[in-house]
């Protein structure tokens, strides 16, 4: 987001791919003191450093309809004024500790972070205190970050990349919650107030629905300290819990978002599978390295490698409480387009129907292991992952029993968990480039989407192009639902998967 300050807002549809191997209690949990709220504390005396995060639930999908955007818009604001400083106040202060505030946005939760020197941790506190509980949401900051919202809204249209990953989640969950855009539009943006501002902060800034992190150069005694004296005012308040979502389910369609004279379409295709706490979460993502999380995936294997139609090509899973977003991408010439989508499109038919190997088995395990064992290295790094898992809802021991649960899982439930959890029935897309040269190829496709263009400034989430249901596409082996081979219930010892959508 533009400003005087380098605030790093993200404003993106939750596809931002980051493995699901940390743990917190659940976000809706209530905190143990008063109306202190929950505290965690990662303990590392070197260097003399400490990481803040302010992690406040609700997120974007908290925002009521028409006023998309107002989770963004508004704790933005409330970075450029709280307490007794005005904008240039605030920003001297936090400059004299060598500070500088972070804010992160998505669809579940908001994240205020900053690294301060372990001696200046109180001040920073302090200051973060008064953004948090005490914002002044003045008129000419809220018009201006207003401003730069919508001009960041107009700079997406000209980032094809960001703006097919933009659109993906925006069309996959058209009609519900998650299907609207983080940082809003044009349109919302402009209905906000100084006043709807304030209504909307009281409902988020309840105790049970803030979680304070501190990682580095302190210790759990003086953490606890340190919050009861600087953040132990919070008012009685419940956690804002993420509604019910599920995705359009009418069969499997393409969004082609025109931008003429483009030479290279960027493609993405995205499916909506199980929760993040559901017991094949962690064989999903055994089942994303293979397809396509590191360099040496099928996908890159098969669409860079062998034949040069893209420079990279990917897939991850980003998990959420109610249901996760499997997804895959590259960036092929134009003319390669409707191959390359026929091919990933191939692969993973073949996937689910002949499942992998035992070598790509042990690969993908040594692969998260490896991956989860970097994410732990440093105390802020940590730190965040572990803030990350509160939002997800997982259970308080699975960053440290992740390696042992990731070795337990057989060959076995690897391929049962591809046939149930990877339905490409309902798989959609979307492709920015050029609708001259795309829509006939596309349209013809061996995949078989049901193609829709969207013209400049169009609303993936207000589209209406129904798919195309398997029986109105080419039938193939693959085609046929595979029988059950264990209960579908997702339990986990005695517990139960949340209800579906």
């Known amino acids: 987001m533009r400003g005087s300050r380098a605030l790093a807002v993200t404003l ?9 191997v940390v743990a917190l209690p659940s976000w809706a949990a209530k905190p143990k003191r008063g109306n202190v709220p929950q505290l965690l504390v990662v303990s590392r005396p070197w260097p003399k450093l400490v990481s803040v995060r302010l992690l406040i639930g609700g997120g974007a999908l908290a925002d009521p309809p028409g006023q998309e955007g107002l989770t963004a818009l508004g704790w933005s604001v409330a970075l450029r004024g709280a307490g007794s400083r005005d904008r240039q106040a605030l920003s001297q202060a936090f ?58 809204i107009e700079h997406l249209h000209d980032d094809d ?121 962690l064989p999903l993502l055994l089942v994303n390295a293979v397809l396509g999380g590191p360099f ?109 649960r990731i070795e337990a899982i057989d060959h076995k439930t690897v391929q049962r968990v591809l046939r149930e959890r990877l339905r490409h029935d309902n798989l959609v897309a979307t492709v920015v480039g050029s609708a001259k040269t795309l829509r006939d190829k596309l349209t013809a496709s061996a995949a078989a989407f049901a193609v829709e263009v969207l013209e400049r400034n169009g609303l993936p989430e207000q589209t209406a192009q129904k798919g195309l249901t398997p029986a109105q596409r080419p039938a193939t082996a693959v085609d046929a639902p595979a029988a059950a081979t264990e209960d579908d219930d997702g339990a986990k010892g005695v517990e139960e998967e949340p209800d579906e959508p």
Not at 126 to 146: C, G, M, T, W
Not at 171 to 194: E, H, I, M, N
Request: glycine share 8%; hydrophobic share 40%.
């Open 296 to 404: 040496t995936s099928r996908l890159n294997r098969e669409i860079r490698e062998l034949r040069g139609w893209s420079y990279g090509a990917w897939s991850s899973l980003s998990g959420a409480p109610n249901l996760s977003t499997w997804a895959m991408g590259f960036a092929p010439n134009a003319r390669d387009a409707s191959a390359a989508i026929d091919l990933a499109v191939q692969i993973l038919e073949e996937l689910r129907k002949d499942g992998i190997s035992t070598a790509e088995l042990r690969f993908a395990k040594d692969y998260l292991i490896g991956a989860h064992r970097l994410g732990l290295e440093t105390a802020d790094r940590e730190l965040a992952e572990r803030m990350r898992a509160t939002e997800l809802g997982l259970d308080d021991d699975e960053v440290d029993t992740f390696e042992k």
């Open 95 to 152: 400059d004299a500790l060598g500070v500088q505030p972070g804010l992160g946005v998505d669809k579940l939760g908001t994240t205020l972070y900053a690294d301060v020197a372990s001696e200046n941790l109180e001040k920073c506190l302090e200051l973060l205190a008064d953004v948090v509980l005490h914002p002044r949401f003045e008129s000419a900051q809220v018009d201006n970050v207003r401003e730069e919202m919508i001009a960041d």
């Open 161 to 281: 990349a960001g703006l097919a990953v933009d659109a993906i989640g925006r069309y996959l969950y058209r009609g519900t919650l998650l299907g609207r855009p983080t940082g809003g539009t044009k349109a919302s943006l402009q209905t906000l107030t100084t006043a709807s501002l304030s209504a909307w902060h009281s409902k988020q800034i309840g105790a049970s629905n803030v979680h304070i992190g501190l990682s580095g150069a302190i210790d759990r005694p003086a953490a606890e300290a340190l919050v009861h004296k600087l953040l132990g005012d919070f008012p009685t308040g419940p956690a804002l819990k993420p509604p019910p979502s599920k995705a359009d389910d009418s069969g499997r369609r393409l969004l082609l978002i025109d931008k003429p004279r483009r030479a290279q379409a960027q493609v993405v295709l995205a499916l909506s599978t199980v929760p993040a706490n559901h017991r094949d979460a």
């Open 12 to 20: 993106g549809v939750t596809l931002l791919f980051a493995l699901l």
